[in-house]
C-alpha cells in the first residue's frame, strides 16, 4: 500500500495469494466495480478490458514478459477513482515494482493523486516493451549474419519461426491497449482533467510510436525469412548447377560406351591393338572439351 497519510490510497495485489484475491474483489467491488467486470477480470486469462466511467476508470490489459525465450503474456489491472487506485496481478512485474520506486522517489516533489500512478505505470509499460523489441532485432540481426557467411540448418528456421511468434505476441499485447487509450483519450471523462487528458494523449502517442517499431519488426522477420529461403535455394541451384554438368558430361560418354557396347560382329576397333587407349582417350577428350567450353560460357 502506498502512500500512507497521503490524499490517495495506492493498493497493490499480488492475486496469486487467495487471501489477497478475496480482497481485491472486495477493494473492487467498493469502487464500483461491476461485478460483470470483476468476474471477467478474476479468471486472468480472459480478454483486455477498458471500463470507462465518469468517476472509476478500470484497465485489464496483458502485458509482454520473457519466458524462456519465448515471449507470452501475463495480465495486469489497475482501477482508479478520484481517491483510490488498486493494482493486481497474478505474478511479480517488472512495470510496477519501477513505478514503486519512482513513487518513492519523486511522490513528495511531484503531486498526491491517483492518477500520478495511473500514468506512471502506463509509461513503465510502453517502456517494457523496448527490451523485447530490441532483444528480437538483436536476434535477426545475429541470425542475417549466421546465413550470409553459409550456415543453413534447421535451427537457424527455428530461430526465424521464434522471432517472429514473439512480434505476434508483442503486436498482440499492444494492440488491445491502443483501441482503450485512444477510448480514453477522446471521451470526457470527469475523473481525468484537461491536463491529464494531454498527457494520456503523450501515452497514445508514444504506443504508436511502439507500434510502428514493432510493425518495422514483422517486416524485417518477413525479409529475414525470405533472405533465408534465398539462400537455401541458391544453394539448391548450386547443387543443381553441379549435378547437371556432371549429367551433361556423362551424356557424351554415354553415348560413345553405347557404341561400342553394340552387338555388331564387324567394329574395327575391337580388333586394334591400341583400340582400348584411344577409347579412353576419346572419353578424356570429350571431357576436357566439354569443360572448357563450360568454363568460357562462364558455367563454372
Known amino acids: 500500500m502506498f502512500p500512507r497519510g497521503g490524499d490517495f490510497t495506492w493498493i497493490d495485489y499480488d492475486a496469486a495469494d487467495t487471501g489477497q484475491a478475496a480482497s481485491l474483489r472486495e477493494s473492487l467491488r467498493s469502487m ?3 461485478d460483470q467486470d470483476i468476474e471477467h477480470i478474476a479468471g486472468w486469462d480472459e480478454e483486455p478490458l477498458f471500463g470507462l466511467h465518469q ?4 484497465n485489464y490489459v496483458h502485458l509482454a514478459r520473457e519466458e524462456g525465450g519465448r515471449i507470452t503474456e501475463t495480465p495486469l489491472l489497475m482501477a482508479m477513482t ?13 512495470q510496477i515494482s519501477y513505478v514503486q520506486g519512482k513513487c518513492a522517489e519523486s511522490f513528495r516533489s511531484v503531486g498526491k493523486s491517483p492518477g500520478f500512478v495511473f500514468f506512471l505505470v502506463w509509461d513503465s509499460i510502453i517502456d517494457h516493451f523496448m527490451p523485447h523489441i530490441t532483444a528480437v532485432d538483436t536476434r535477426l540481426e545475429q541470425i542475417e549474419d549466421r546465413y550470409l557467411r553459409g550456415e543453413t540448418s534447421d535451427a537457424i528456421l527455428q530461430e526465424i519461426i521464434n522471432c517472429k511468434q514473439a512480434v505476434r505476441a508483442l503486436k498482440q499485447c499492444l494492440a488491445p491497449m491502443q483501441r482503450g487509450m485512444r477510448r480514453q483519450v477522446t471521451m470526457k471523462l470527469a475523473l481525468v482533467s484537461e491536463e491529464a487528458s494531454r498527457y494520456l494523449t503523450g501515452i497514445f502517442e508514444h504506443m504508436d510510436r511502439v507500434g510502428h517499431q514493432i510493425d518495422s519488426l514483422q517486416d ?5 525469412l525470405d533472405g533465408y529461403s534465398s539462400t537455401l535455394s541458391q544453394r539448391m541451384n548450386s547443387s543443381m548447377k553441379v549435378l547437371t554438368i556432371i549429367a551433361t558430361i556423362m551424356m557424351p560418354l554415354s553415348l560413345v560406351a553405347g557404341i561400342y557396347g553394340t552387338n555388331f560382329e564387324y567394329i574395327p576397333e575391337l580388333r586394334w591393338k591400341y583400340g582400348y587407349f584411344a577409347f579412353l582417350g576419346l572419353l578424356a577428350a570429350v571431357t576436357l572439351v566439354m569443360l572448357v567450353l563450360f568454363r568460357r560460357r562462364k558455367w563454372l
Open 220 to 224: 524485417r522477420v518477413r525479409a529475414t
Open 55 to 58: 468517476d472509476l476508470i478500470v
Open 32 to 34: 464500483g466495480v461491476p
Open 82 to 94: 478520484d481517491r483510490l487506485i488498486v493494482t493486481a496481478h497474478p505474478e511479480p512485474l517488472p
